[in-house]
């Protein structure tokens, strides 16, 4: 009997590992991928590739608002080159709220943006100085096979959307942040 309940143990652990790697296809897949191989500094190839982000951007959010997973809102400034917005993540059916922000790497798309949230910076072992999120060690390799077709709404699902879901729950166990009444988005 002792054997047998280690063994579906085992066996459940394996399948959740399969799951967690479907949520994140299924989410990759509503990303649409992006032709345009062009960094901030390729002139209008730039201005092509900005184009592709912002349809990218709003087809992933339009997914996530019907999946009532609405989880976060960027802007950038008039070139591109610096994003910002809010991030939500939610626990016990209350939601967090975090600024977000990332610079466009001048190596972009070779190189994936550095998302930070820097209202958490010294919070967490899992972030570096200025709050850039530690990515997990598959986001490097991945978005390496896939460029120049990932972008900035890859690099929320693939990079942001797994901290949040592993760093907030433990920040709270924690008490490094605690709800604010006034964070609920309108």
Known sequence: KHRHTSHSRHHTHTHHAIMVDAVTKKSLAAIPLLRTNAGPRDGEQWHARLKEELVSLIAYVKKNKEEDNDW??????KEGTRWFGKCWAVVDLMKYEFDVEFDIPVTYPATAPEIALPELDGKTAKMYRGGKI????????????NVPHFGIAHAMALGLAPWLAVEVPDLLAKGMIVYKESQAPK
Do not use: G, Q, V, Y
């Not at 530690?134 to 096979?145: G, I, M, N, Q």
């Open 134 to 145: 530690c990515l997990t060690d598959h986001f490097k390799p991945l978005w390496a096979r």
């Open 72 to 77: 976060f809102r960027l802007e950038s400034n």
